[in-house]
């Protein structure tokens, strides 16, 4: 579907570029009925990288995809394996 990928394409973009190993993200999709999973997998030593302190980072990124989710009436959560 067009519209999970577009997920898929912005959170790896962002996070392909907020870390050393960009070669070692992927971005795993999960669709249930009524939502959407998206699960990010990096690179050990990027992982306080993607987090950042406190959780900052994460929940920036979480918020952008918020806004995506929203324009596309669906519901979107973000985790990081």
Same mark, same amino acid.
């Given at each position: 579907m067009p519209d999970e990928s577009q997920?898929? $394409? =912005? &959170? $790896?973009? &962002? @996070?392909?570029? =907020? @870390? /050393?190993?960009? $070669? /070692? *993200?992927?971005?795993? $999709? &999960?669709e249930n009925r009524s939502s959407l999973i998206l699960e990010i997998s990096v690179a050990d030593d990027d992982m306080g990288r993607v987090i950042g302190k406190g959780g @900052? *980072? @994460?929940n920036s990124i979480r918020a952008l995809v918020q806004v995506l989710a929203t324009k596309k009436g669906k519901r979107v959560s973000l985790e990081i394996v």
């Open positions: 997920f898929t $394409e =912005l &959170i $790896e973009y &962002i @996070v392909k570029a =907020l @870390v /050393d190993h960009p $070669e /070692d *993200v992927s971005v795993n $999709e &999960i @900052v *980072v @994460v």
